[in-house]
Nanobody, 120 residues
Framework: QVQVVESGGGLVQAGGSLILSCAASALTLATGWFRQTPVKEREFVAR?????????YADFVKGRFTISKNDAANHALYLQMDNLTPEDTGVYFC???????????????WGQGTEVSVSS
């Protein structure tokens, strides 16, 4: 069993930024970020693969969200979210697992989620 913990959500005005953190208790092939919004079921946001450092982003966050490694902790990442819009409001989940694709089923272990609220 791998424990996953996210943190860093909060309330921000449109155009603002937030940084989410994700830490896992063990190394897996990939760490992914997903979100659940008022208008969408859980959707893929971004993925990091630990074997080669590759990053993949959903089209709607490209150029705004950036994954970086937290070098101060094992198996830990940051998700820098810039230029946030009200449409980014939702619960953000970090998940770890095989992560070959971008579907939620590729990730076996999930955090509890952290809320992000963007006001207009």
């Amino acid at each position: 069993q791998v424990q996953v913990v996210e943190s860093g959500g909060g309330l921000v005005q449109a155009g603002g930024s937030l940084i989410l953190s994700c830490a896992a208790s063990a190394l897996t092939l990939a760490t992914g970020w997903f979100r659940q919004t008022p208008v969408k079921e859980r959707e893929f946001v971004a993925r990091f693969r630990w074997n080669d450092g590759s990053r993949l982003y959903a089209d709607f966050v490209k150029g705004r969200f950036t994954i970086s490694k937290n070098d101060a902790a094992n198996h830990a990442l940051y998700l820098q979210m810039d230029n946030l819009t009200p449409e980014d409001t939702g619960v953000y989940f970090c998940a770890v697992g095989r992560g070959f694709g971008t579907s939620a089923g590729e990730f076996s272990y999930w955090g509890q989620g952290t809320e992000v609220s963007v006001s207009s």
